[in-house]
């Protein structure tokens, strides 16, 4: 059912002449997150909770950094995509 789905979202190019919209807001907010997970200074956090943990801070950064490589990925899909045809 996904790729039935995909395939017909691929083809469908009528919100495509606002790509350069969509990608405008999307690095808009990509810089929001990772001003908010490496300028911003950090809240003061209870003993115990979620934020206090290390691996709280791990997360986060993977996370942004997954989306970042993956919004990359898709933004540059016309560039190398031809390459595996």
Same mark, same amino acid.
């Given at each position: 059912m996904l790729g039935v789905s995909g395939a017909w979202i691929g083809n469908l190019s009528a919100l495509e002449r606002y790509n350069p919209y969509f +990608? $405008?807001?999307t690095l808009v907010? /990509? $810089?929001g997150g990772f001003w908010h997970?490496?300028?911003r200074r950090q809240p003061v956090?209870?003993?115990g909770s979620f934020c206090a943990r290390p691996a709280s801070s791990?997360?986060?950064k993977s996370a942004l950094w997954v989306g970042t490589v993956l919004i990359v990925l898709a933004m540059t899909l016309k560039w190398w995509a031809p /390459? +595996?045809?």
């Open positions: +990608f $405008a807001i907010l /990509l $810089a997970v490496y300028v956090c209870d003993d791990r997360i986060t /390459l +595996f045809y």
